[in-house]
């Protein structure tokens, strides 16, 4: 499969943070975010976890900058820019994670 090029109105942004919602068990919640880890993308994927296989969550996807909201905390950015920098190191945007 090939990817997206990002374009003139798209970032590439790279999977940082995957859990279930607490709300529902039912619910994959996946983060993307910008390589310096100050904007990001919350994604949620519903699936049923016994019957069927989990969603497809690739290591990147294009996002447009109104797609995007800030990150609050340095802790935070720094987490995501390091988690962002792991996952372009050792993945191509579109392998499945």
Same mark, same amino acid.
């Given at each position: 499969?090939?990817?997206?090029?990002?374009?003139?109105?798209?970032?590439?942004?790279?999977?940082?943070?995957?859990? #279930?919602? @607490?709300?529902? !068990?039912?619910?994959?919640?996946?983060?993307? =975010?910008? /390589? %310096?880890?100050? *904007?990001?993308?919350?994604?949620?994927?519903?699936?049923?976890? #016994?019957? @069927?296989?989990? !969603?497809?969550?690739?290591?990147?996807?294009? =996002?447009? /900058? %109104?797609?995007? *909201?800030?990150?609050?905390?340095?802790?935070?950015r720094e987490r995501y820019a390091?988690?962002?920098?792991?996952?372009?190191?050792?993945?191509?945007?579109?392998?499945?994670?």
């Amino acid at each position: 499969m090939s990817h997206t090029e990002p374009t003139a109105e798209t970032e590439r942004i790279w999977m940082v943070e995957r859990t #279930f919602s @607490a709300d529902s !068990p039912h619910i994959l919640v996946i983060v993307y =975010a910008t /390589p %310096d880890g100050a *904007r990001y993308r919350q994604k949620e994927r519903a699936f049923n976890r #016994f019957g @069927a296989s989990a !969603p497809e969550v690739t290591a990147a996807i294009e =996002a447009s /900058p %109104d797609e995007l *909201r800030p990150v609050e905390t340095a802790d935070r950015r720094e987490r995501y820019a390091t988690e962002a920098e792991r996952m372009r190191d050792r993945h191509d945007p579109d392998d499945a994670v």
